[in-house]
């Protein structure tokens, strides 16, 4: 779809404000910046603002706060100058010397302000290119996503590459939700993962053990499981448990309780894994030797020709001899 301007009598509306504001922005304070660059240079009242657009005059101050915030106005007047600056947010303001308590706190959505975030995007240059690369992959951002990516930059130390390759693995993977990428940044956070190498190696083993997961749902023929469940499979991944093997300890946990349980497959596969069980043959193997201790277990147990007095008195006249 294309459309085009049908009047030569035009006025112009600074590129950042399309590219990055129109979701920050509320309805009022597009039409208060409107207002104000279509009067560009010229003197006016701010009730007259109010009057011409019909915001209330409190909600005409706080969109000039934004439009300034965001550097997208100036004023040479000095009754409004006295807007105290944005606090830009650097590594050096955001991350304190050596106060691990804090640091590791968990994300808060939206702490920052959408003039906050503008002031951030438009001063910070490897911010700002960490936004463009993001919303190259995501689309324009909200709020709530904003602040997340700072957050990530910011709060939890993750450097810029770091942040894209793990934006890159939440939408291969079909979660691009804050709460899921939240979770892997403060994962990555807590273990260390913070350099291009060990981002792109930790990208692998998850999508390993995503692939391995999956399989391990075919095999079982379950769609969902808990996270209880989910840690066990990880582990099976990590130990390198052939898909072979966890499909006959399917079988045996399916035809001995009679349904599917993860700790009881758990119970049989961390067996084989401590004995060095690593294939099916062998797994087998263990299986018919298994077979065969309880069966003669049961055949002195349930012997009917066994005497048990006369095996007494057998043992009481060994004793005497």
Partial sequence: MEFKANNDNMFSIPCVVVDNLLQMASGDHIKVLLYILRRSGRDFAENEISDETGVSQEEVDKAIDFWRRAKVLTSNSTDNNNIPPVKQITEETAVPENPPEQKKKRYKQGYLSGADIAEIKTSDTEMSELFEVVENSLGLLNSTQANLIIYMHNDLGLKKEVI?????????????????????????????INTLEFAQEEVERLMANNDYTAQVKRITVVERISKDDEAIIEQWSEWNISLDLVEKAYDMTTGQIHKLSFQYMNKIISSWYEKGIKDLEEANKEDKTHKKKNNRKRRVHNDDDFDVDMYKIFINDFEVI
């Fill in 164 to 192: 894209i390759i793990l934006i890159e693995y939440c939408k291969a993977m079909g979660k691009t939700n804050t709460k899921y990428i939240e979770k892997i940044a403060y994962s990555w956070f807590e273990n260390n």
